[in-house]
């Protein structure tokens, strides 16, 4: 992993490049391109070319592009590529909650929403130590909705920094998502930015603020997974934007 640092003489030098597909696109990829090679040969034209717009459109899905991750012992980075669509005070899950979790009294959650057309690959946003790992089936509602936090299908991650400060975060299925994939388990130990998970196919991600945190993002402000700084512990001043 380069290191990079701004205006340093002999600092790494960035170049842009196509984003990798991720091993578990892999396979989708290849079956979408078997079916699209098959159409060819078959010489079915009008399905054909459609199906390599599939093909392109899964490549894209499970894309899987590098991230300059900002470091500061007080940064919260974004775990997903998305829209801030909901910040509220609301109750812990009782997945995460407890003396040994998020505790008991509401938290600011940021809900981060992710569409078809954006990155999946999930991110831890703090270093530390993977606490729990919970995940519950449900259903597939819209995850743009409210109520999707308590019944859609989901998976639920506590990680605890160093010092003792906690941080809970949630994958949840969506509309067209069928299938919750974690990278990491319970004991395992991440660093802020590494990848931790991916949603196929349209989801949210919430986040569990710690208390006395307030958000450094805006409703409607598009997040990158493992570079928007979603807020700083102890910041109590929270952000302000205007949609234009």
Not at 15 to 35: D, M, T, Y
Not at 46 to 51: E, G, H, I, N
Not at 233 to 243: E, F, L, M, N, P
């Amino acid at each position: 992993m380069a290191t990079i640092s701004s205006g340093t003489p002999g600092a790494t030098t960035v170049k842009w490049r196509f984003p990798s597909v991720h091993p578990e696109g892999r396979k989708f990829v290849l079956i979408a391109a078997g079916i699209t090679l098959l159409f060819a040969l078959l010489a079915w034209e009008t399905l054909a070319w459609p199906m390599a717009g599939v093909t392109l459109w899964v490549a894209a899905f499970f894309r899987d592009p590098v991230r300059s991750v900002p470091q500061g012992d007080d940064l919260i980075v974004a775990p997903a590529d998305g829209l801030i669509t909901l910040i509220e005070t609301v109750p812990v899950p009782k997945e995460l909650a407890g003396e040994s979790g998020l505790g008991e009294a509401p938290l600011t959650r940021v809900s981060i929403f992710m569409s078809v057309f954006d990155v999946h690959i999930n991110r831890a946003p703090v270093s530390g130590t993977i606490g729990r790992v919970v995940y519950i089936s449900g259903k597939f509602l819209n995850a743009d909705l409210d109520k999707a936090s308590e019944e859609n299908e989901r998976q639920h991650f506590l990680v605890e920094r160093g010092d003792g400060v906690k941080i809970g975060f949630t994958q949840i299925a969506g509309l067209v998502a069928r299938r919750i994939v974690p990278f990491v388990k319970t004991g395992d130990t991440v660093v802020a930015g590494q990848r931790v998970g991916l949603i196929r196919f349209g989801s949210r991600v919430d986040v569990f603020l710690p208390a006395g945190t307030a958000p450094a993002v805006t409703l409607g402000q598009r997040t990158l997974a493992g570079e928007t700084v979603l807020a700083r512990i102890g910041g109590g001043d929270s952000a302000r934007g205007v949609s234009q």
